[in-house]
């Protein structure tokens, strides 16, 4: 599997896998060749009109991530990152919450989370959004360390 194939017009496989910390720690984080339709379907139906409506590139902090990756980050067991169903990103110079309100407005997701977000900080934090093929939860999340609350708080 080539990491340089385009998965869309504006998406790398190797945007998608890329992980300072697998590097690190010598992890392989190539998904399996199933994998690779739901990450199409994530740039497809999130990354693609995310760029298309704001007319710059988005910056992926973190896409797949295999079992041993997901273990050495301590990511939740039950992440959507391990089936290729979420990506966290960012816009440069881009208020992390009007990207996730933009998203909140206009697209369909399963999981949308404004992650470290501190109002007033515009860079801060991250958004996550995940997707799946089907039944969507259209669930509105902001995630501060350990405090959850439902939907997206400035």
Same mark, same amino acid.
């Given at each position: 599997?080539?990491?340089h194939?385009?998965?869309?017009? %504006?998406?790398t ?5 890329r !992980? ?6 010598g992890?392989?984080?190539t ?7 739901n990450?199409?379907?994530?740039c497809?139906h999130?990354?693609?009109? $995310?760029?298309? %409506?704001?007319? %710059?590139p988005v910056?992926?902090?973190?896409g ?5 990756? @997901?273990?050495a980050?301590n990511?939740?067991q039950?992440?959507? %990152?391990m089936?290729? #169903?979420? $990506? ?10 009007d990207l ?5 407005? @206009?697209?369909?997701?399963d #999981? ?5 977000? $501190?109002s007033?900080?515009?860079? !801060?934090?991250? $958004?996550?959004?995940?997707? &799946?093929?089907?039944s969507?939860?259209? #669930?509105?999340?902001t ?5 959850? #609350?439902?939907?997206?708080? &400035?």
């Amino acid at each position: 599997m080539d990491i340089h194939t385009k998965l869309t017009p %504006h998406f790398t496989l190797n945007e998608l896998i890329r !992980s300072s910390r697998a590097s690190e720690l010598g992890i392989d984080n190539t998904p399996p060749e199933h994998i690779l339709s739901n990450l199409i379907h994530v740039c497809t139906h999130i990354l693609e009109p $995310v760029r298309a %409506h704001f007319e %710059h590139p988005v910056r992926i902090n973190s896409g797949y991530r295999c079992l041993a990756l @997901n273990l050495a980050i301590n990511g939740s067991q039950t992440s959507q %990152h391990m089936a290729g #169903q979420a $990506v966290d990103f960012e816009i440069d110079g881009l208020a992390n919450y009007d990207l996730a309100l933009w998203i909140s407005t @206009n697209l369909v997701f399963d #999981q949308l989370i404004l992650e470290n977000y $501190v109002s007033g900080k515009p860079n !801060s934090g991250w $958004v996550h959004c995940s997707l &799946k093929k089907d039944s969507n939860r259209m #669930q509105l999340l902001t995630i501060n360390g350990k405090n959850k #609350q439902i939907g997206l708080i &400035k």
